[in-house]
């Protein structure tokens, strides 16, 4: 039990290395921390509170895993090599395409409320 409790620590430690260190991250938590904000004000339902839950995961570890990447292409080589800017780039392109994605999530929900709100 006590190995199990201990892999929640390094779980924290790892989240709380990634927020100070990348800044990416940190632009990830506080747009997510707006939409949560905006999801109460809004009063989305529960589904919908369940896609952004889903969707704001998805990112964030999308973001942790290019964290991930990038220094285990840096642990390997320190020269410039192709594969490993390919790797980099891949990596930040997963993370670009969940966070297109979460923009379409939050257009797709909030969107019509905010014309009503607006434009009413």
């Known amino acids: 039990m006590r190995a199990f ?24 938590l506080a747009i997510a921390s707006l939409v949560i904000v905006v999801g109460w004000a809004l009063q989305v339902t529960a589904v919908e509170w369940a896609v952004l839950g889903l969707t704001i995961g998805v990112v964030i570890s999308a973001e942790l895993v290019n964290t991930v990447a990038e220094l285990a292409v840096d642990l390997l080589t320190q020269e410039y090599h192709p594969m490993a800017k390919v790797a980099k780039d891949v990596g930040a392109a997963a993370v670009l395409v969940t966070a297109l994605t979460a923009v379409g999530v939050g257009i797709a929900i909030f969107g019509p409320r905010l014309w009503r709100l607006f434009f009413g």
């Open 5 to 28: 409790l201990r892999g929640f620590v390094y779980a924290f430690q790892g989240l709380g290395y990634a927020a100070c260190t990348q800044r990416n991250l940190r632009i990830h």
